[in-house]
């Protein structure tokens, strides 16, 4: 996106008298009763996402796109290669309605505002789908991934999130009880059981004693979209056999976990697309954390979201 001059003396009340379609859960935000239509856009845009996550949201997903006047206060976009490496999209529109979602999932799921948690840890954090929408976080935000190109990126496009480069199966480059909050997507959707077992006690390790933890699986309601639905069938791309001995598992309680031969895949690190069952979650993730929150579905009616606290040791 072009960055636009714009009259840093122009207020909400000005902008938004002659705008359409804004949201009421907006526009709540921005009316006079809220106290800010005086304010400037300069003002009231650039607090970023300790902006209400109803206002952040619609400012990354439609505002920004709508209108390039307000393309100033959301954050740079990585490349095309990268956005279709971490999610099969190429528009900057498709990546930033992606980000927009994960974060009202989060927002409406986590005990308290995100910007409220002092010390963040994006765990697989690509090239920036989610950590674009951490832009004007006031606590310590960081990003982890095993992808070197990513890492590069997220150094020069998102300066505000310490980004490290970490290995498969690996202890992470952290110190014990480091952060408040540590979210991961689509990540535990692609583990062997071994790997996940590892990751689990690493982030334990790595989780501040009161931190929350939000983590995304692929549980039931993925499995019945993946069984009933031909799009997503051909776009989680397996072959049938080790799919059924999955699915198998599933419908015994167990990790269910198909190889995929990606180029994440290497001799001594296995890739592919896993699936877990709730009493599965319970049990096993359930030795380190309490599970707060199994949420089915609750990103795109794809991936649950379990919500975590430490257990302690």
């Known amino acids: 996106m072009a960055e ?3 009259d840093k003396n122009l207020t909400l009340r000005e902008y938004f ?4 379609n804004v949201p009421d859960a907006v526009r709540q935000h921005i009316d006079e009763a809220s106290g800010n239509a005086g304010l400037s ?6 607090r970023g996402c300790t902006l209400p996550h109803e206002v952040w949201e619609w400012l990354n ?23 279709e490496n971490v999610s099969g999209l190429v528009s900057e529109s498709g990546f930033a309605s992606h980000g927009a979602d994960f974060w009202g999932v989060l927002s409406r799921l986590s005990p308290k505002p995100l910007d409220r948690f002092a010390s963040v840890l994006d765990f697989g954090c690509g090239c920036g789908r989610l950590a674009r929408m951490f ?12 992808d070197a190109q990513h890492i590069t990126w997220l150094r020069e496009g998102l300066p505000y999130c310490s980004a490290y ?3 498969p199966d690996a202890a992470l480059p952290f110190y014990d009880k480091s ?19 590892l990751l689990l006690r690493e982030l334990r390790r790595i989780a501040k004693d009161n931190a929350v933890l939000m983590l995304t699986i692929h549980g039931e309601r993925a499995l019945e979209r993946a069984l009933t639905e031909p799009k997503i069938w051909e776009m989680i791309a397996v072959d049938k056999d080790p799919f059924e001995a999955a699915r198998e598992a599933f419908q015994k309680g167990q990790y269910g976990f198909i190889l995929q031969h990606g180029h994440l895949t290497t001799e001594s690190f296995d890739y592919g697309i896993s699936f877990a069952p709730k009493s599965y979650i319970h049990d096993r ?20 979201v379990i919500v975590l606290r430490p257990k302690k040791k």
Not at 41 to 46: I, K, M, P, T, V
Not at 285 to 303: K, M, R
Request: with cysteine.
């Open 179 to 197: 952060f408040e909050f540590i979210v991961s997507i689509s990540i535990f959707t692609h583990l062997s059981e071994s790997s996940q077992d």
């Open 17 to 20: 008298a002659t705008r359409q």
């Open 285 to 304: 993730w359930g030795e380190l954390f309490h599970i707060e929150t199994h949420a089915s579905g609750a990103l795109h009616d794809w991936q649950d």
């Open 41 to 46: 856009l300069n003002e009231y845009f650039r």
């Open 165 to 167: 480069l970490t290995k």
């Open 61 to 83: 997903r439609d505002g920004a796109f709508d209108d390039p006047l307000l393309s100033r206060f959301v954050a740079p976009f990585p490349p095309p290669n990268l956005m």
């Open 135 to 146: 832009l004007g976080h006031p606590g310590k935000v960081s990003g982890c991934d095993i």
């Open 4 to 6: 636009i001059e714009i």
